[in-house]
């Protein structure tokens, strides 16, 4: 093994990892404000993938241009969730709450079947389907502009959270909504709107993943671990700990994948993801106490 293939290895994993970040900051965002373990966040994923793939593939539309259609339809389809669902769940348990987004996570993939079948589906996109050559170093650009969007959206996001006066009422109403309420926040406006950008945000981590991977409606579960698995590292709420904590794993796959056949370098991920949980003894329900 040469210094190359790691070098390599390694520009790879901070590329993947950027995908990851945008994979998982809907998940964090939702979880670490609202306590609500969105279990359908991974097929929102996907079906945004299906659409952005319909646009792009099927119509022949600018890849760069349909991003933000995608994104505002999901945030608009997130607004109708948490009308219709999340909000009237709000003094419901855990338990209920889980099993009512495991519902619509059924639904959608039902339908995304329906339309798109369970073929797996790659996104032709055109002018960004080139390959950067830097020395040793060969990345597709795809990649490269996926990643660069992801940290953008991210170190944008965190500037919001931590600059604004209305990043200032959604971290408010992440540590106590009673008291949120109290001082004039509107709590259930609040809780709309982040709730809508939180799917948003997961329809944003499926357009950068079908720019750069192949993928099918009935492997969203896999993704759903990968986001968990960046939100345990990361911490909730933080987009830039989420940033971090998605650099990190796509680094450990890549350069795993160096010293271990290909189909072991999962169960090495999910390993890291049983380490993650127990080391971190208090789990998700902890994590809920956490601020952002």
Same mark, same amino acid.
């Given at each position: 093994?040469?210094?190359?293939?790691?070098?390599?290895?390694f =520009?790879?994993? &901070?590329?993947?990892?950027? +995908?990851? !970040?945008g994979?998982?900051?809907? /998940?964090?965002? *939702? @979880?670490? $404000?609202?306590?609500i373990?969105?279990?359908?966040?991974?097929?929102?994923?996907?079906? =945004?993938?299906? &659409?952005?793939?319909?646009? +792009?593939? !099927?119509?022949?539309?600018?890849? /760069?241009?349909? *991003? @933000?259609? $995608?994104?505002?339809?999901?945030?608009?389809?997130?607004?109708?969730?948490?009308?219709?669902?999340?909000?009237?769940?709000?003094?419901?348990?855990?338990?209920?709450?889980?099993?009512?987004?495991?519902?619509? @996570?059924v $639904?959608?993939?039902?339908?995304?079947?329906?339309?798109?079948?369970?073929?797996?589906?790659?996104?032709?996109?055109?002018?960004?389907?080139n390959?950067?050559?830097?020395?040793?170093?060969?990345v597709?650009?795809?990649? $490269?502009?996926?990643?660069?969007?992801?940290?953008?959206?991210?170190?944008?996001?965190?500037?919001f959270?931590?600059?604004?006066?209305?990043?200032?009422?959604?971290?408010?109403?992440?540590?106590?909504?009673?008291?949120?309420?109290?001082?004039?926040?509107?709590?259930?406006?609040?809780?709309?709107?982040?709730?809508?950008a939180?799917?948003?945000?997961?329809?944003?981590?499926?357009?950068?993943?079908?720019?750069?991977?192949?993928f099918?409606?009935?492997?969203?579960?896999?993704?759903?671990?990968?986001?968990?698995?960046?939100?345990?590292l990361?911490?909730?709420?933080?987009?830039?700990?989420?940033?971090?904590?998605?650099?990190?794993?796509?680094?450990?796959?890549?350069?795993?994948?160096?010293?271990?056949?290909?189909?072991?370098?999962?169960?090495?991920?999910?390993?890291?993801?049983?380490?993650?949980?127990?080391?971190?003894?208090?789990?998700?329900?902890?994590?809920?106490?956490?601020?952002?």
């Open positions: 093994m040469n210094i190359d293939t790691i070098v390599q290895a =520009a790879n994993g &901070l590329l993947l990892g950027g +995908v990851y !970040g994979l998982a900051i809907g /998940l964090s965002l *939702i @979880l670490g $404000v609202l306590r373990v969105n279990i359908a966040h991974s097929v929102i994923i996907i079906f =945004a993938g299906l &659409l952005y793939w319909q646009l +792009v593939t !099927g119509f022949g539309l600018d890849p /760069l241009a349909m *991003i @933000l259609p $995608v994104v505002a339809l999901a945030y608009l389809f997130g607004l109708v969730v948490h009308r219709g669902m999340a909000q009237q769940l709000a003094r419901e348990d855990n338990s209920t709450v889980m099993l009512a987004f495991f519902g619509l @996570l $639904v959608l993939e039902s339908i995304a079947v329906m339309i798109w079948t369970t073929d797996t589906r790659t996104v032709a996109l055109g002018y960004l389907a390959v950067i050559e830097l020395g040793p170093i060969s597709p650009l795809t990649r $490269v502009v996926a990643a660069l969007i992801t940290v953008g959206v991210l170190v944008g996001l965190h500037f959270l931590t600059r604004t006066l209305t990043g200032s009422a959604i971290r408010g109403l992440s540590q106590n909504p009673d008291v949120a309420s109290m001082v004039g926040i509107d709590v259930t406006r609040l809780s709309r709107r982040v709730f809508a939180g799917i948003a945000f997961a329809a944003f981590g499926g357009v950068v993943l079908a720019m750069t991977q192949s099918n409606p009935q492997e969203h579960y896999r993704w759903l671990a990968w986001a968990f698995l960046v939100v345990i990361g911490g909730l709420g933080s987009a830039l700990r989420t940033l971090i904590a998605g650099l990190i794993v796509g680094v450990i796959e890549t350069m795993v994948g160096i010293f271990i056949p290909f189909q072991y370098t999962y169960l090495v991920l999910y390993g890291i993801l049983a380490v993650a949980l127990l080391v971190r003894s208090e789990g998700l329900s902890g994590a809920k106490q956490r601020i952002i």
